[in-house]
């Protein structure tokens, strides 16, 4: 390809002006071996055609020469005006090729210069020029052996041209600006594998309509080496999807947890008990909280009652609210309540008699409490 006047005639000679040519259907007709040397035609019409056994690309603009053999394009449409363009490399090593190269040549490069763009423009409906997509690259940092750059893609939108999608160092940033872009990524088999919806801030999976900050449909959640962190109190599992009674108030799994506890002695005789073990459960509002102790030896009278419980009980009794004992050192088999509104539970005879102090002085008691708080 030759690029200049000056080229043209260095090479061929004086130059013969013929006409205008269109590139696309090459007419008037041309063919190599067929002509004057230093006839030439400018181009009217963009085109392919073949000269010299290789396809060329024209532009509106640029000339076309005969240079005694064959026909040779000759670049002059403005930027460079080419209806097609192919970068052919024939390099059968490991070299990269062919290379477009785009090259910001400053001597002043500075972060957020944008170093190079390639546009995709067609007219509208009005026959105005417009630019429907847009890639370019900018600078982060031009620090040397430290340098840093991102791309940038953009669409038209509303007849402007709106940033969708950013590659940089250390991330890739889809909608930065924060603008109503959907992001929507399919599988094999699902068309909505997973979805954002900008609009409402929400991510779908398997759906293009999240009702939730993340809504799964059509399939499970699995935590393969790792929890599941509710992160504010109060907040939890919600099972409003199951049927329920006329007289349900929650279907709230808020809470569950597990640890240990410290019997203590409620009766307000200062007693020291000899703690074996006391653990916990919470589920929900629901408490199992089992124990196992020692009285020490000890003459007072008052009615037993031990505390120390790790959750204050509901403010009215419950049906809930029981002890139960599994190894009593005491001459007839016993119940207990727990106080209501309290930390504090009962050891009791089945006749509701309350239980002295005396009358378990050196025996052990094992049981569990399971209350509502």
């Not at 000056?6 to 590139?23: F, R, V």
């Not at 085109?47 to 005969?66: E, H, K, N, R, S």
């Not at 192919?86 to 990269?96: E, R, Y």
């Not at 940092?141 to 940033?163: K, R």
């Amino acid at each position: 390809m030759l690029k200049t006047v000056s080229s043209i005639t260095n090479a061929i000679g004086a130059l013969n002006y013929k006409g205008t040519w269109n590139a696309s259907t090459n007419t008037p007709t041309l063919a190599d071996g067929t002509g004057a040397k230093g006839d030439y035609y400018v181009v009217s019409t963009a085109g392919t055609q073949t000269f010299d056994g290789i396809l060329l690309f024209f532009g509106a603009g640029d000339w076309i020469v005969y240079n005694g053999a064959v026909w040779q394009r000759v670049e002059g449409g403005s930027d460079g005006n080419f209806s097609n363009v192919t970068l052919n490399s024939t390099d059968a090593g490991a070299t990269a090729g062919p290379l477009l190269d785009l090259y910001r040549n400053s001597a002043s490069p500075a972060a957020s210069d944008t170093i190079g763009e390639i546009e995709f423009n067609g007219q509208d409906s009005a026959g105005n020029k417009q630019q429907y997509a847009l890639i370019h690259g900018s600078i982060l940092s031009p620090t040397s052996t430290t340098e840093q750059g991102q791309i940038h893609f953009e669409t038209a939108t509303a007849g402007a041209s709106t940033e969708k999608m950013i590659i940089g160092t250390t991330n890739l940033v889809i909608n930065e600006i924060g603008a109503v872009f959907n992001v929507r990524i399919e599988g094999d088999t699902d068309a909505n594998l997973f979805y954002t919806d900008a609009t409402n801030s929400r991510v779908g999976v398997g759906t293009v309509g999240p009702t939730e900050k993340l809504d799964v449909v059509g399939g499970n959640i699995r935590i393969d080496n790792g929890n599941l962190v509710i992160g504010t109190s109060g907040k939890g599992i919600d099972f409003s999807a199951t049927s329920h009674p006329a007289g349900m108030t929650s279907e709230l799994l808020a809470d569950y947890e597990e640890g240990t506890w410290t019997p203590i002695d409620g009766s307000g005789a200062s007693l020291v008990l000899t703690v074996a073990s006391a653990s916990y459960t919470k589920v929900g509002r629901l408490v199992e909280a089992s124990f196992a102790i020692t009285f020490p030896v000890t003459a007072s009278a008052a009615a037993i009652r031990l505390g120390g419980l790790p959750f204050t009980s509901k403010s009215f009794a419950s049906s809930m609210n029981t002890v139960s004992f599994s190894v009593v050192q005491y001459a007839t088999p016993i119940t207990g309540a727990v106080d209501a509104n309290a930390t504090t539970f009962i050891p009791l005879t089945y006749g509701a008699g309350t239980i002295t102090n005396v009358s378990m002085s050196g025996l052990i008691l094992r049981g569990t409490a399971i209350y509502e708080v």
